[in-house]
T-cell receptor, first 108, second 115 residues
Framework: GQSLEQPSEVTAVEGAIVQINCTYQTSGFYGLSWYQQHDGGAPTFLSYNALDGLEETGRFSSFLSRSDSYGYLLLQELQMKDSASYFCAVNQGGKLIFGQGTELSVKP | EAGVAQSPRYKIIEKRQSVAFWCNPISGHATLYWYQQILGQGPKLLIQFQNNGVVDDSQLPKDRFSAERLKGVDSTLKIQPAKLEDSAVYLC?????????????FGPGTRLTVT
C-alpha cells in the first residue's frame, strides 16, 4: 500500500521557525513535493526534492532523505499569511499522492 | 499568463442527479489532472490525461464517473448518478508535460454538495 504521514496541526507565533515533517511508504518514488493551500483556495506549489538534501526558496526550505523515507518543510520568519494547510505529496513520475495535510496556525 | 479555469465554482444537487464540471488548463499544458478533495483530506487523483489520452484512471469510480478531454485542451468530468459521499471539491490541475519535475498548477475548484 501507499501511505504518507504528517502532523494534522501545528501552531507557531509570528517570526518563529516551524518544521512540518512527512514520512512516506510508497512504490515508484521519484521525489517529494510540497503544496500550500489557503482555506477555500487552490493548492499552490512550494518545492520539490528529487535528491537527498536541502532545497531553499526564500523563507521556505525543504529536505529529503530517501533512505529514511522522510522529508520536511521548514518555514522561517513566519508571517500571518503563512496560516494555511501544507501537503506533502509523493511524486510518481508526474502522478501525485498527497498526504492528509498539516494545518498551520500562525499567532501574533 | 492565465491560470487554470474551472466552472461552476459551486454546485448543489440531490442524490441520484447528474452533474458536470468543466476545466480549461493553462495554454500549452499537455497534461491535465482531475482530483477529488474531501473536507479535511488531501487531494486524491481521479484521472490524468496526456493530451487527449488517458494516462491513469485507476482511482476513478467508473460506474458513475466519466471524464473526457476533447482535442487535448478543455476537459469535462461528469458524475451520474451522484451519491452523498461525492460531496467534495473537484480540482483540475495542469502541467507542461508529464514527469516528476513539472509542478502542477491547480484551478480554484468546484465545490459540490450532494443532498
Amino acid at each position: 500500500g501507499q501511505s504518507l504521514e504528517q502532523p494534522s496541526e501545528v501552531t507557531a507565533v509570528e517570526g518563529a521557525i516551524v518544521q512540518i515533517n512527512c514520512t512516506y511508504q510508497t512504490s515508484g518514488f521519484y521525489g517529494l513535493s510540497w503544496y500550500q493551500q489557503h482555506d477555500g483556495g487552490a493548492p499552490t506549489f512550494l518545492s520539490y526534492n528529487a535528491l537527498d538534501g536541502l532545497e531553499e526558496t526564500g523563507r521556505f526550505s525543504s529536505f529529503l532523505s530517501r533512505s529514511d523515507s522522510y522529508g520536511y518543510l521548514l518555514l522561517q520568519e513566519l508571517q500571518m499569511k503563512d496560516s494555511a494547510s501544507y501537503f506533502c505529496a509523493v511524486n510518481q513520475g508526474g502522478k501525485l499522492i498527497f498526504g492528509q495535510g498539516t494545518e498551520l496556525s500562525v499567532k501574533p | 499568463e492565465a491560470g487554470v479555469a474551472q466552472s461552476p465554482r459551486y454546485k448543489i444537487i440531490e442524490k441520484r442527479q447528474s452533474v458536470a464540471f468543466w476545466c480549461n488548463p493553462i495554454s500549452g499544458h499537455a497534461t491535465l489532472y482531475w482530483y477529488q478533495q474531501i473536507l479535511g483530506q488531501g487531494p486524491k487523483l481521479l484521472i490524468q490525461f496526456q493530451n487527449n489520452g488517458v494516462v491513469d484512471d485507476s482511482q476513478l469510480p467508473k460506474d458513475r464517473f466519466s471524464a473526457e478531454r476533447l482535442k487535448g485542451v478543455d476537459s469535462t468530468l461528469k458524475i451520474q448518478p451522484a451519491k452523498l459521499e461525492d460531496s467534495a471539491v473537484y480540482l483540475c490541475a495542469s502541467s507542461p508535460r508529464t514527469g516528476s519535475r513539472y509542478e502542477q498548477y491547480f484551478g480554484p475548484g468546484t465545490r459540490l454538495t450532494v443532498t
